[in-house]
């Protein structure tokens, strides 16, 4: 019998979500429904008035984004439905948990920091990694001070947790 366990990789996501995070994804949806498909929509009504839709370009492109805005509101509705906000900060503000902000510093002294983020908000260029992560996994419930072990695409990597907020970084805080 093999008892070995499914890979990480296989998980399901998970559906928290920071109140910013649901925001920007339920204004996505918002503008989606109002502006944009309205938009092609009359696109669409328009090119087909020209004639011969078999070789009309904007027609058979409008069509096109009209399938693609569709698939993404059904997803973002969908999506939105199963998430779960997580506005509060927790009791112990000096321990990682999600919707941290962490500085963390490497071997070399390179500091960076990251926020943890649901998977649906992650953006490397804000700093944001999901907690699905492996570096995020590895910080769950670390404080300042402790040192992280993670085995990343490129070989193990080892960090020390340098400062904890639950607030965005200041200008004290060295920048990514």
């Not at 996505?28 to 696109?43: D, F």
């Not at 096109?64 to 112990?92: N, T």
């Not at 590895?138 to 990343?152: C, F, H, P, R, S």
């Not at 990597?157 to 340098?162: D, N």
Request: proline fraction near 5%.
């Amino acid at each position: 019998m093999n008892t070995k366990r499914h890979s990480d990789e296989h998980r399901a996501p998970s559906n928290y979500i920071t109140p910013e995070g649901w925001k920007r994804l339920n204004d996505e949806l918002a503008n989606l429904w109002r502006v944009k498909r309205p938009q092609v929509t009359q696109a669409v009504s328009d090119a087909a008035a020209l004639g011969d839709r078999s070789e009309n370009a904007e027609y058979i492109y409008g069509k096109k984004q009209l399938r693609e805005i569709d698939r993404r509101i059904r997803f973002l509705a969908k999506r939105l439905d199963h998430l779960v906000v997580v506005g509060s900060k927790p009791d112990d503000r000096g321990r990682i948990y999600f919707g941290a902000w962490v500085s963390l510093e490497d071997e070399a002294g390179v500091t960076s920091i990251y926020r943890i983020v649901g998977p649906d908000e992650f953006d490397l260029q804000q700093g944001f990694i999901s907690m699905d992560a492996p570096l995020a996994r590895a910080l769950m419930n670390k404080v300042e001070g402790d040192e992280v072990v993670v085995l990343l695409p490129g070989g193990k990597a080892v960090f020390v947790v340098t400062q904890v907020c639950y607030e965005p970084p200041t200008t004290d805080w060295i920048a990514i």
